[in-house]
Every structure is written in structure tokens, then in C-alpha cells.
């Protein structure tokens, strides 16, 4: 057993479709800007962490063919997959493997092409039961719509109020170099983008993005030795609910993010997340979501996440930043955006995020999500060891 | 370094397309193992799953099986690859002092979709995918590299058919149990020129669960604990060009990096029983040489009386020639070993078994290997 941290993270830019590059030589360049950002060369790494969800590459099991580029050859290797919440739970498996004192450095590296498949939408949809969820046409983008409409039924949330979250998203990704979409939009461009599936418009539903992230672990001795300022990881957890959405408790899903950020918060000993906790990184990839997580990560009472990005609290300038990269919103990768969010924060708590730095961020939460709202990742990185 | 302990297992397999829903049988080998392992659902900590989407015809099919294997408000992760990796991700998660108790399932359910075919898609669009190999291409293409390299002909070939198929005619888990003789080998249709079809692993359908416990958990529950010894896992390069195909360098690896965590100096005595992932008859006979248990291309000498091979007992349960099924094979082997060092193994129990090697492969010439050693 032993401390981790992360010491580099490395990351490209994400578009709709990098065509001047193949799935090997995207890994490449994010491992390879991770490992001059942390100053270290392939042969210090002991293992490889590669995360990347089948279907959407058109390659399947795409770890075979990256796992070079990666810096895999010779390596030990493990290859994760856990729909959306594939990226984040690349950095836990990462973060298990480091923490077990077998290897001193690890590197954890996702990455996407969704722009491979002409309809992603079309492949999630694969993951449905074929007899009896598959025919009602169910897409990512109902998960989205479904919880928006019973958010409006039990507190009244207006589509004004949910297209606070968007311009706040689309500000925070000009900032950040890195990020697919980066132009600012207003409320009423919101309001009339066109109609995705009710209640959520075009500019409420994040875009699917090519790129690759890495971010390289490292135990406490390694970590202190390459850098006074690494972003020490203090806990993690992840947690599966039921597969059918029917089972559920409330559409509004609040219960297994909820429980699984409780579990969290007591596993590193945080009593009140809204003070404790400086910035947040969470797969939103709708208004909606963004809104219902802040409530179930209790930065708010149930209800009042609206509240939150209406005075400002959540906006980069607020007291509890929530996606000040832009968020999924503005960049999805999907099996990459977990780890996206992991590098982002680890980035705020060494005060290298550039433009879209938050100050004084000494603990930070990022977060992934996969399946039918099914899969919760979290984990929470700080400037100090726990 | 912590210990880690095997607390139980239970495996599930079919030759016939079962008729259960491919995540009824997480439920069943995941309650089965619990069982075993005289523990409920409660006391698991997390779900790790071996498992791959596409066999299954799905994207995200553990989004099925981690809650049907039990999985629920509780930490999961999948390893997309076979589920000899997910136990070894399962062994660093304890050891890391996350867990106590952990659950590790593989389901394949090869029925569902046409293995060999789908194995097309893993490959580069640009390169290699429109020359039209598969992965038993693939495999034959390393098995027929070795035959010539160390002048194996396929009489003997034939002979290591038979003697897998006797042995998984005493594993009541193997799915194929007919018996089959040399000459039948010798005149059964070529599937992958020059192998024929009995030299392949077939297909099968089946589930495999391991229940994995830290040191403290494991002594509490009174019964003589298995260990975990020795852990080691690898990959080498993914095109087939780069690498000379008679060599499993990344078993070697793995290997290498098993035995030096377990304190395993000299293979050939220290080891009592090793089950590998025989793709082919020539692949197990390739792997034992990688792991060390014989030198390379000494085996060859032993081929003429396959049952009285020296030395580690090699496959006794048949190995994937008495049944393939798809991710579940990997972690089926280390169910296997653990009944070995238990004493459980039944009629295919190799007398005083104390180490026992588990060992899997998975990706294009089996660019991918893992390790895994059990002992009392």
C-alpha cells in the first residue's frame, strides 16, 4: 500500500473528426505530451491503464492495436471498459494498480473516435435488451431529456434556467484550449437552437468528439522526487445501480450518484462537500444532468441546483467552480471523458489549468457516468496527501 | 507485500447454444462462488468482469452482467479482455487496501455471435483487416511456425489432441467429452490449413466467478485458505509482421514476472499443475515452454506418450480443447488451479498438488498474457 498522485496529465485537441491522424497516432501524441509534462521517459512507466468503449472506433477492441503507441509493448497492460464511465475508471484501476505497491508509476490513457461511427446514437442503442428496451428507440439523449422533464414536474426548473448551464459551459471551454466546441453562446441562443428531444435543445446537448487523454500516476516516494506540486488522490469509488431504467427509484436518478458520493465523502472525510470541496469535474453531457448532480453531490439541498448557476456559485469567478474546463457540454470522447475530468482536476489542484484556473484549489471532485445513468465514478483529488 | 486468498469459485459450461440470457449466467457462477466461498452478496466489496462487447453483439454488456452477477450500489469495473486479467486487476485492488472481499465473473457466451468472424473487427481498417484474416488464422499461421521450427509433425499433433480430449472426459466442467482417436484427427476437415478442426479450442458457452479475500477476511473463515502466489501480466507488439510467431514473448514476460513475486526459481519442480490457454493443441505446448516448464522444443520428446509427459501436469482438466467459452476460458483456468491445490479437482485431481498455474492470451498472435500461481 502507498500514496498516489498524479504527476502529469497530457491531453489532444479535441474536434469532430482528426483525419490527419489514425486511432495509434492520437494515443501517441497524448501519451506522449503526458510524459513531457511530468518529465519522464516510457521507461519509467511499469504498467499501462488503456481505456476505450467498442462501437464507436470502428475497431473493435482498439487496445490491441494502441497498446504500442500507448508504450505497451513489453508492459503489463490492462484494458478497461465501462461504457461512459470508461476514462474515470481507467484512472481507478490506475490509481488500484499504483496504490498496491507493485508499480511506482503507471500511466492510464484513454481515448475516442466517435466520429468513426456515422451514428452514435445508433451504437448505444446496441447496448439495449433486444426484446424488450431495444424497439422503443431509447437513445443517450433520453437519459438526458427524461430526468430534464421530471426536474421541471417537481420544482418548476424553467428552459431559461437550464440554458444558464450551457452559456456557462460554452464561456469556461473558450478558456480552455483543448476543448471541441469554444465559441460563447447567450440564453436566447439557447432557447432557439433546435429541438433535440423535448425538453432539450441542441445547445444543452454536448457533442461527440475525437481525442485522447493520458495521465500518469506515480506512488509517494516517485511523486515527491519529480515535482513539489503533484495532485495526491484521496479516494475513489465506483458503483453500478440496476440496468432497467423501470427499476429505478426516480428518473431524476439521484440515488446512486447520491450514495455513491456519500460513500466517497465519508471514505476521505469530507462532512460538507459545498465548503470542502474547491472545483468540481463532472460528466454532464446534458444541462440537465449537470444541474441534477450538483443536488445529488449535495453542493445543494434537492431541487436547488438550479440555484446554484442562477447566483453564480458554479460560474468560473463562484465558490464552488463545476466544470470550469467546459465540461462534457462543450467536449465529449465518451470513453475518454472520464479521464478528461480526472486530468482536468488534477490540473486545478496543481495550478497548471491556465485561463481556466479557479484559485486556491486545494481539493478537487471529478466525476464519471455510464450505462443508463447506471455507472457513477468518483474521485477526489487534493494538494495535500491524505 | 499483503496476502490475497481464493475463497471460493464455480464455473458453467455448455456445448450446446444455452438457452439462458448471457448475463443468467453471471447470476448463476456468481451465486454458485459466493456459495462456496460460504459468504453472502453483502460482504463483497466489488465486482470486477472479464468479459468482451462484441461476442455478445452489444455495446456495454456488463451493463447486464454486474448487476445480474450481484453488483448493486456497490464499486464495479469491467476489463474488457479475458477474465484471467480481470482477476489479476481484482488481486492489485485488494492489495491495494480498497477491498476485503471481491468478486470477479467472466461470462462468453460464443453462441451468440460468430467468434471467429467478429475477430475481424479488432483488426487496423487500413492494413491488415482487408487481408482477410481471422484470429484462427492467425493461430495457425503461429502453430504451423512452431511445428516446422521444432519438426513436429502432425501425427503428434494428432496424439495431443487425444490426450486432452481423455483428460476432459474426466472434467465434469469440459463441454466436449467425445472421445476421439489419432486417425480421426488425421481425417477430420482442415479448418485453418494445415490444422484441422479438432487441433482448435471450439467454442462453447460458459461463466466462470472467483471470490478473492484479503489475509484477515480469508482467516476469519476458518477453512484453509488457497494464496494467491504470484501475479504477472504483458503485451507485445499487435501486427503479426513484427514478430516471430513461433515465440509467446509476452507469456514470457508475464511469466517471468509471475515467478519472481512467487519466489519460483525452478519451474519444472516447484510447479505441480499448470492449465493454459491452449487455442490450439500447439499453443499449450508453446506456452509450457514460455512458462518455462520445459525447454524449448524439448517437449517434442514427450509428445510420443503424451500421458506420461514428466514433470508439471499439464492441462489435466483438457484444457480449451475440452471447451472455449470466449472470455470465461482464462478465468475458468484459474478456477481449475485452485481446485487442484484444493484437492477438489475430481476425477481430473493430479495427486499432492500444491502450486498450481493459471495462464490466459488474448489479442492478434496472442499479443496479450497473463499469469496467475496458486498455492496452500
Same mark, same amino acid.
Given at each position: 500500500?502507498?500514496?498516489?498522485?498524479?504527476?502529469?496529465?497530457?491531453?489532444?485537441?479535441?474536434?469532430?473528426?482528426?483525419?490527419?491522424?489514425?486511432?495509434?497516432?492520437?494515443?501517441?501524441?497524448?501519451?506522449?505530451?503526458?510524459?513531457?509534462? $511530468?518529465?519522464?521517459?516510457?521507461?519509467?512507466?511499469?504498467?499501462?491503464?488503456?481505456?476505450?468503449?467498442?462501437?464507436?472506433?470502428?475497431?473493435?477492441?482498439?487496445?490491441?492495436?494502441?497498446?504500442?503507441?500507448?508504450?505497451?509493448?513489453?508492459?503489463?497492460?490492462?484494458?478497461?471498459?465501462?461504457?461512459?464511465?470508461?476514462?474515470?475508471?481507467?484512472?481507478?484501476?490506475?490509481?488500484?494498480?499504483?496504490?498496491?505497491?507493485?508499480?511506482?508509476?503507471?500511466?492510464?490513457?484513454?481515448?475516442?473516435?466517435?466520429?468513426?461511427?456515422? #451514428?452514435?446514437?445508433?451504437?448505444?442503442?446496441?447496448?439495449?435488451?433486444?426484446?424488450?428496451?431495444?424497439?422503443?428507440?431509447?437513445?443517450?439523449?433520453?437519459?438526458?431529456?427524461? =430526468?430534464?422533464?421530471?426536474?421541471?414536474?417537481?420544482?418548476?426548473?424553467?428552459?431559461?434556467?437550464?440554458?444558464?448551464?450551457?452559456?456557462?459551459?460554452?464561456?469556461?471551454?473558450?478558456?480552455?484550449?483543448?476543448?471541441?466546441?469554444?465559441?460563447?453562446?447567450?440564453? @436566447?441562443?439557447?432557447?432557439?437552437?433546435?429541438?433535440? @428531444?423535448?425538453?432539450?435543445? %441542441?445547445?444543452?446537448?454536448?457533442?461527440?468528439?475525437?481525442?485522447?487523454?493520458?495521465?500518469?500516476?506515480?506512488?509517494?516516494?516517485?511523486?515527491?522526487?519529480?515535482?513539489?506540486?503533484?495532485?495526491?488522490?484521496?479516494?475513489?469509488?465506483?458503483?453500478?445501480?440496476?440496468?432497467?431504467?423501470?427499476?429505478?427509484?426516480?428518473?431524476?436518478?439521484?440515488?446512486?450518484?447520491?450514495?455513491?458520493?456519500?460513500?466517497?465523502?465519508?471514505?476521505?472525510?469530507?462532512?460538507?462537500?459545498?465548503?470542502? *470541496?474547491?472545483?468540481?469535474?463532472?460528466?454532464?453531457?446534458?444541462?440537465?444532468?449537470?444541474?441534477?448532480?450538483?443536488?445529488?453531490?449535495?453542493?445543494?439541498?434537492?431541487?436547488?441546483?438550479?440555484? %446554484?448557476?442562477?447566483?453564480?456559485?458554479?460560474?468560473?469567478?463562484?465558490?464552488?467552480?463545476?466544470?470550469?474546463?467546459?465540461?462534457?457540454?462543450?467536449?465529449?470522447? *465518451?470513453?475518454?471523458?472520464?479521464?478528461?475530468?480526472?486530468?482536468?482536476?488534477?490540473?486545478?489542484?496543481?495550478?497548471?489549468?491556465?485561463? /481556466?484556473?479557479?484559485?486556491?484549489?486545494?481539493?478537487? %471532485?471529478?466525476?464519471?457516468?455510464?450505462?443508463?445513468?447506471? +455507472?457513477?465514478? %468518483?474521485?477526489?483529488?487534493?494538494?495535500?496527501?491524505? | 507485500?499483503?496476502?490475497?486468498?481464493? *475463497?471460493?469459485?464455480?464455473?458453467?459450461?455448455?456445448?450446446?447454444?444455452?438457452?439462458?440470457?448471457?448475463?443468467?449466467?453471471?447470476?448463476?457462477?456468481?451465486?454458485?462462488?459466493? /456459495?462456496?466461498?460460504?459468504?453472502?452478496?453483502?460482504?463483497?466489496?466489488?465486482?470486477?468482469?472479464? @468479459?468482451?462487447?462484441?461476442?455478445?453483439?452489444?455495446?456495454?454488456?456488463?451493463?447486464?452482467?454486474?448487476?445480474? !452477477?450481484?453488483?448493486?450500489?456497490?464499486?464495479?469495473?469491467?476489463?474488457?479482455?479475458?477474465?484471467?486479467?480481470?482477476?489479476?486487476?481484482?488481486?492489485?485492488?485488494?492489495?491495494?487496501?480498497?477491498?476485503?472481499?471481491?468478486?470477479?465473473?467472466?461470462?462468453?457466451?460464443?453462441?451468440?455471435?460468430?467468434?471467429?468472424?467478429?475477430?475481424?473487427?479488432?483488426?487496423?481498417? +487500413?492494413?491488415?483487416?482487408?487481408?482477410?484474416?481471422?484470429?484462427?488464422?492467425?493461430?495457425?499461421?503461429?502453430?504451423?511456425?512452431?511445428?516446422?521450427?521444432?519438426?513436429?509433425?502432425?501425427?503428434?499433433?494428432?496424439?495431443?489432441?487425444?490426450?486432452?480430449?481423455?483428460?476432459?472426459?474426466?472434467?465434469?466442467?469440459?463441454?466436449?467429452?467425445?472421445?476421439?482417436?489419432?486417425?480421426?484427427?488425421?481425417?477430420?476437415?482442415?479448418?485453418?490449413?494445415?490444422?484441422?478442426?479438432? @487441433? +482448435?479450442?471450439?467454442?462453447?458457452?460458459?461463466?466462470?466467478?472467483?471470490?478473492?479475500?484479503?489475509?484477515?477476511?480469508?482467516?476469519?473463515?476458518?477453512?484453509?485458505?488457497?494464496?494467491?502466489?504470484?501475479?504477472?501480466?504483458?503485451? #507485445?507488439?499487435?501486427?503479426?509482421? #513484427?514478430?516471430?510467431?513461433?515465440?509467446?514473448?509476452?507469456?514470457?514476460?508475464?511469466?517471468?514476472?509471475?515467478?519472481?513475486? $512467487?519466489?519460483?526459481? #525452478?519451474?519444472?519442480?516447484?510447479?505441480?499443475?499448470?492449465?493454459?490457454?491452449?487455442?490450439?493443441?500447439? /499453443?499449450? *505446448?508453446?506456452?509450457?515452454?514460455?512458462?518455462?516448464? +520445459?525447454?524449448?522444443?524439448?517437449?517434442?520428446?514427450?509428445?510420443?506418450?503424451?500421458?506420461?509427459? =514428466?514433470?508439471?501436469?499439464?492441462?489435466?482438466?483438457?484444457?480449451?480443447?475440452?471447451?472455449?467459452?470466449?472470455?470465461?476460458?482464462?478465468?475458468?483456468?484459474?478456477?481449475?488451479?485452485?481446485?487442484?491445490?484444493?484437492?477438489?479437482?475430481?476425477?481430473?485431481?493430479?495427486?499432492?498438488?500444491?502450486?498450481?498455474?493459471?495462464?490466459?492470451?488474448?489479442?492478434?498472435?496472442?499479443?496479450?498474457? !497473463?499469469?496467475?500461481?496458486?498455492?496452500?
Amino acid at each position: 500500500m502507498q500514496r498516489v498522485a498524479v504527476v502529469g496529465v497530457g491531453q489532444t485537441h479535441f474536434v469532430s473528426h482528426r483525419k490527419d491522424v489514425m486511432h495509434s497516432e492520437l494515443c501517441f501524441e497524448a501519451v506522449n505530451s503526458c510524459l513531457r509534462d $511530468a518529465n519522464l521517459s516510457i521507461d519509467d512507466v511499469n504498467a499501462i491503464v488503456f481505456g476505450v468503449m467498442d462501437g464507436f472506433d470502428g475497431v473493435d477492441c482498439l487496445d490491441r492495436w494502441c497498446a504500442g503507441a500507448a508504450g505497451g509493448y513489453g508492459r503489463p497492460f490492462m484494458r478497461i471498459n465501462t461504457a461512459g464511465a470508461t476514462g474515470l475508471s481507467t484512472g481507478i484501476a490506475a490509481y488500484h494498480q499504483v496504490a498496491s505497491g507493485l508499480s511506482d508509476v503507471v500511466l492510464a490513457v484513454a481515448e475516442q473516435r466517435v466520429s468513426e461511427s456515422l #451514428d452514435a446514437q445508433s451504437i448505444l442503442n446496441t447496448a439495449a435488451c433486444p426484446i424488450y428496451d431495444r424497439n422503443i428507440g431509447g437513445t443517450a439523449i433520453t437519459l438526458g431529456s427524461l =430526468p430534464a422533464t421530471r426536474h421541471m414536474g417537481l420544482y418548476g426548473t424553467t428552459h431559461a434556467q437550464r440554458a444558464l448551464v450551457s452559456v456557462k459551459n460554452h464561456r469556461n471551454a473558450c478558456l480552455n484550449p483543448f476543448a471541441h466546441l469554444r465559441f460563447e453562446v447567450t440564453v @436566447e441562443q439557447v432557447l432557439q437552437s433546435r429541438l433535440i @428531444e423535448w425538453p432539450l435543445r %441542441l445547445l444543452e446537448c454536448c457533442p461527440r468528439s475525437d481525442g485522447a487523454v493520458a495521465v500518469v500516476l506515480a506512488g509517494e516516494h516517485v511523486a515527491r522526487s519529480l515535482t513539489d506540486r503533484p495532485a495526491w488522490i484521496h479516494g475513489a469509488v465506483s458503483m453500478a445501480d440496476t440496468f432497467f431504467y423501470g427499476d429505478r427509484p426516480d428518473v431524476a436518478y439521484r440515488d446512486n450518484l447520491a450514495v455513491a458520493a456519500r460513500r466517497l465523502y465519508r471514505k476521505v472525510g469530507i462532512c460538507d462537500p459545498r465548503k470542502e *470541496i474547491d472545483v468540481a469535474e463532472l460528466y454532464s453531457p446534458f444541462t440537465s444532468l449537470e444541474i441534477m448532480q450538483t443536488e445529488a453531490l449535495g453542493f445543494c439541498s434537492e431541487g436547488q441546483g438550479v440555484r %446554484l448557476v442562477e447566483e453564480g456559485v458554479t460560474w468560473l469567478e463562484g465558490d464552488l467552480p463545476v466544470n470550469p474546463s467546459g465540461g462534457v457540454l462543450c467536449t465529449n470522447p *465518451i470513453g475518454a471523458t472520464g479521464l478528461v475530468r480526472m486530468a482536468e482536476a488534477a490540473l486545478q489542484v496543481m495550478g497548471r489549468a491556465g485561463e /481556466h484556473q479557479v484559485n486556491g484549489v486545494k481539493t478537487a %471532485l471529478c466525476h464519471g457516468l455510464g450505462g443508463v445513468l447506471q +455507472f457513477q465514478t %468518483l474521485m477526489v483529488l487534493g494538494a495535500e496527501p491524505r | 507485500m499483503d496476502k490475497v486468498a481464493i *475463497i471460493g469459485t464455480a464455473q458453467w459450461a455448455s456445448a450446446q447454444p444455452t438457452s439462458h440470457a448471457f448475463y443468467e449466467l453471471a447470476t448463476i457462477v456468481a451465486e454458485q462462488a459466493l /456459495h462456496n466461498a460460504g459468504i453472502d452478496r453483502g460482504a463483497v466489496d466489488a465486482w470486477f468482469m472479464g @468479459e468482451y462487447d462484441l461476442s455478445v453483439g452489444r455495446t456495454a454488456s456488463h451493463m447486464y452482467t454486474v448487476p445480474a !452477477a450481484g453488483g448493486f450500489y456497490q464499486d464495479e469495473i469491467r476489463i474488457h479482455d479475458d477474465g484471467l486479467f480481470a482477476a489479476v486487476q481484482a488481486f492489485l485492488g485488494i492489495l491495494s487496501g480498497e477491498y476485503e472481499v471481491v468478486l470477479v465473473v467472466s461470462t462468453g457466451v460464443a453462441s451468440e455471435t460468430c467468434q471467429d468472424r467478429l475477430s475481424t473487427y479488432s483488426l487496423d481498417p +487500413f492494413f491488415v483487416r482487408p487481408l482477410g484474416l481471422t484470429e484462427a488464422i492467425a493461430n495457425a499461421m503461429q502453430a504451423h511456425s512452431y511445428r516446422i521450427r521444432h519438426s513436429i509433425t502432425n501425427i503428434e499433433g494428432a496424439q495431443r489432441v487425444v490426450k486432452s480430449r481423455t483428460q476432459a472426459q474426466l472434467n465434469a466442467n469440459a463441454s466436449v467429452w467425445a472421445p476421439i482417436t489419432v486417425s480421426e484427427v488425421l481425417n477430420a476437415p482442415y479448418a485453418v490449413y494445415p490444422l484441422r478442426s479438432p @487441433e +482448435f479450442a471450439p467454442y462453447c458457452d460458459g461463466a466462470c466467478a472467483v471470490v478473492m479475500a484479503s489475509e484477515p477476511v480469508a482467516r476469519r473463515l476458518g477453512r484453509p485458505p488457497i494464496w494467491i502466489r504470484g501475479i504477472g501480466w504483458a503485451n #507485445d507488439t499487435y501486427h503479426l509482421g #513484427d514478430k516471430d510467431l513461433a515465440h509467446l514473448p509476452a507469456l514470457e514476460k508475464a511469466a517471468e514476472m509471475a515467478y519472481h513475486m $512467487a519466489d519460483i526459481t #525452478d519451474p519444472p519442480r516447484q510447479v505441480d499443475v499448470a492449465e493454459l490457454y491452449d487455442v490450439t493443441v500447439y /499453443h499449450e *505446448i508453446m506456452a509450457s515452454e514460455a512458462l518455462g516448464l +520445459f525447454e524449448k522444443g524439448a517437449m517434442h520428446q514427450w509428445l510420443q506418450e503424451p500421458l506420461s509427459t =514428466p514433470g508439471p501436469a499439464i492441462n489435466p482438466s483438457g484444457g480449451l480443447i475440452g471447451g472455449r467459452p470466449a472470455a470465461a476460458a482464462g478465468l475458468i483456468r484459474l478456477a481449475e488451479s485452485v481446485g487442484q491445490v484444493m484437492g477438489r479437482a475430481g476425477r481430473h485431481q493430479v495427486d499432492g498438488a500444491r502450486t498450481a498455474m493459471a495462464q490466459s492470451m488474448s489479442g492478434w498472435g496472442n499479443q496479450r498474457a !497473463a499469469v496467475m500461481i496458486v498455492g496452500r
